[in-house]
Nanobody, 115 residues
Framework: QVQLVESGGGLVQPGGSLGLSCAAS????????MGWYRQAPGKQRELVAW???????NYADSVKGRFTISRDNAKNTMYLQMNSLKPEDTAAYYC?????????WGQGTQVTVSS
């Protein structure tokens, strides 16, 4: 049974930083492209950063230069370092394969950027 568990969210002021983690189990983590998605209230879920099995990274224009995605295949864990956070980054953040697999969605972790 595949399980993806996100952690690290919280409340942060604009301009602040947060680091998210995604712990994977039940999956051969290293062979898959993985990504971070987010969903703000009233909006569709969007892919904001992804990393290939080879370690190549890609970012949505809205987060480019501020977010950094990485992975540690030995720990079956993916990370998202978020800097210079803006109120519009407020959302629930999820990890999944890229393309996503519907049965892999976890509970997500809430990020709120507010003063």
């Amino acid at each position: 049974q595949v399980q993806l568990v996100e952690s690290g969210g919280g409340l942060v002021q604009p301009g602040g930083s947060l680091g998210l983690s995604c712990a994977a189990s039940g999956i051969i983590f290293s062979i898959y492209h993985m990504g971070w998605y987010r969903q703000a209230p009233g909006k569709q879920r969007e892919l904001v950063a992804w990393i290939t099995s080879a370690g190549t990274t890609n970012y949505a224009d809205s987060v480019k230069g501020r977010f950094t995605i990485s992975r540690d295949n030995a720990k079956n864990t993916m990370y998202l370092q978020m800097n210079s956070l803006k109120p519009e980054d407020t959302a629930a953040y999820y990890c999944n394969r890229v393309p996503s697999v519907s049965s892999y969605w976890g509970q997500g972790t809430q990020v709120t950027v507010s003063s």
